[in-house]
């Protein structure tokens, strides 16, 4: 997710919806109830407070494990500006949430920085490498990384390779063009390596932001078969104002689950509870962008992420991760990782707490 993610939604309606509203007779399960908290640390660190639906002070892990979730997602930069989201960081962060009982999804983003559909800009370490380079770097960067949460008992349950990499990562040498797969299949196929060799039994994960159409996932998850890429889930990204309606979403994962025959999860979602703004940064998604004619409210963004829920889970997904939800209007964790202190909070409208901290009472994480 990032604000650069606005793909247009070309949208292929291949069967209708199922009871989107009513989960209670769906065949399928959502194993994996998650949340991305890769801001977490940071506000902690500021000393931000977080309140359970009571009001009473609580610690965001317990509160979120009362919600229902049991997976966690951190991303990680190479070597960011602020010195949040680097693998030290990453570390720490994950003897938290291996001890609070999570599994862990580590997102590698390859970069310094954000790395999303528009943008992939490599390390600054690796600035200068070319594709066979860039090959080692992938391979040692990960197997390193992945060690070193091994060595310390909080093995990854599973890892991404790449964010949002719908037309490649790593660019220029790993950008996808005129339907080339093959330089961004070497860079997967060298993390999946790196990840199985530091320890068989941990999920890699291929994950773009092609929720939008069939044609768009189709274009890319055939491109890497093609190719010989292998991957044990199919992750996608889904935010309705960019991605289109939930009979669309419904559409996308079953074709991806079908074609693929490997397991599906929404990676990231996320909908607005206010129409207001706390900072001075702008909101990334304002709260005048509603789907489904639901408000920016408390109730709405329950609703929605509900109904985002209910959907997928219908559709045979088996997982999906609300981006950022403890991400609230922290001041000094900024949105940029090289202004972090001088940039607000893009995403203050989207979090699960509200400005003072306190849970939205009605959203929950459900099987």
């Known amino acids: 997710m990032k604000p650069s993610l606005r793909v247009l939604a070309a949208v292929v309606v291949l069967a209708a919806p199922l009871a989107l509203t009513a989960p209670a007779q769906a065949a399928n399960t959502l194993a994996m109830r998650g949340a991305d908290v890769s801001s977490l640390q940071r506000s902690l660190d500021l000393g931000a407070r977080y309140y359970n639906a009571s009001g009473a002070q609580a610690d965001p892990y317990d509160i979120l494990a009362s919600k229902g979730v049991n997976y966690l997602r951190l991303r990680i930069w190479n070597n960011p500006a602020s010195g949040y989201n680097n693998k030290a960081k990453v570390l720490q962060q994950a003897r938290v949430i291996k001890a609070k009982g999570f599994k862990l999804l580590i997102d590698f983003h390859y970069s310094d920085t954000w790395a999303d559909p528009g943008k992939q800009y490599p390390p600054a370490a690796w600035a200068n490498h070319s594709l066979s380079q860039l090959q080692a770097d992938v391979y040692n960067y990960t197997y390193d990384v992945c060690s070193a949460l091994k060595a310390q008992g909080t093995t990854p349950d599973a890892v991404q390779i790449g964010n949002e990499i719908n037309v490649g990562m790593l660019w220029p040498a790993g950008q996808v063009v005129n339907n080339d797969f093959a330089p961004l299949a070497s860079l ?14 941990t999920q890699v994960w291929i994950h773009t932001a092609n929720a939008d159409s069939n044609a768009n996932a189709r274009w890319f998850y055939d491109g890497i078969r093609a190719q010989g890429v292998t991957w044990d889930v199919t992750a996608l990204s889904y935010y309705c104002m960019w991605h289109g309606t939930l009979a669309n979403l419904y559409n996308v994962i079953a074709d991806v689950k079908a074609r693929y025959g490997k397991p599906v999860v929404i990676a990231e979602t996320a909908y607005p509870f206010t ?5 001075h940064q702008p909101n990334v998604i304002p709260g005048t962008a509603r789907c489904d004619n639901i408000p920016a409210t408390w109730s709405g963004q329950a609703q929605q992420f509900s109904w985002v829920q209910n959907t997928a889970r219908n559709a045979g997904a088996v997982g999906v991760f609300y981006w950022e939800p403890t991400w609230h209007a922290v001041r000094g964790n900024g949105w940029d990782p090289a ?8 995403w203050d409208n989207m979090a699960v707490f509200d400005w003072s901290g306190r849970v939205n009472p009605h959203v929950y994480w459900t099987p």
């Open 188 to 201: 997967l196929k060298r993390g999946y390596q790196a990840t199985k060799a530091c320890h068989g039994g």
């Open 275 to 279: 129409t207001a703004d706390a900072d």
């Open 339 to 346: 202004d972090i202190n001088g940039t607000g909070n893009g």
